[in-house]
């Protein structure tokens, strides 16, 4: 299982990114999928879920109306569209899936909001 991480990097507040999630190793369209985000100082926390076939999508009160997953299960990839960035946004983000019985992590892409 090997996850592919990328679209971080430095923004300014109420900026926009989006960060995508390759997934290979594994049959990726059966697994829902899920983004996480640890912040300095901070416990690892999930941010936005997402079913294997796409329809159910859950969030944190923290993001709900600025961030949008989705999935193209054509291109085993996971996106987190992040809109109105604030600085409490700052962190590594990770893209996580469950598969037979084990937890499996990207490696993280960075996401720094700042003027």
């Known amino acids: 299982v090997h996850f592919a991480e990328s679209g971080g990097g430095l923004v300014e507040p109420g900026g926009s990114l989006r960060l995508s999630c390759e997934a290979s190793g594994f049959p990726f369209n059966d697994y829902g999928a899920s983004w996480w985000r640890q912040g300095p100082g901070k416990e690892r926390e999930q941010v936005a879920e997402?079913?294997?076939?796409?329809?159910?999508?859950k969030y944190s009160d923290s993001v709900k109306g600025r961030f949008t997953i989705t999935r193209d299960n054509r291109w085993n990839t996971a996106y987190l569209r992040m809109d109105s960035l604030k600085p409490e946004d700052t962190a590594a983000y990770f893209c996580?899936?469950?598969?037979?019985?084990?937890?499996?992590w990207g490696s993280g892409t960075q996401v720094t909001v700042s003027s």
């Open positions: 996580y899936v469950r598969y037979q019985v084990a937890d499996w």
């Open positions: 997402i079913s294997s076939d796409g329809r159910y999508r």
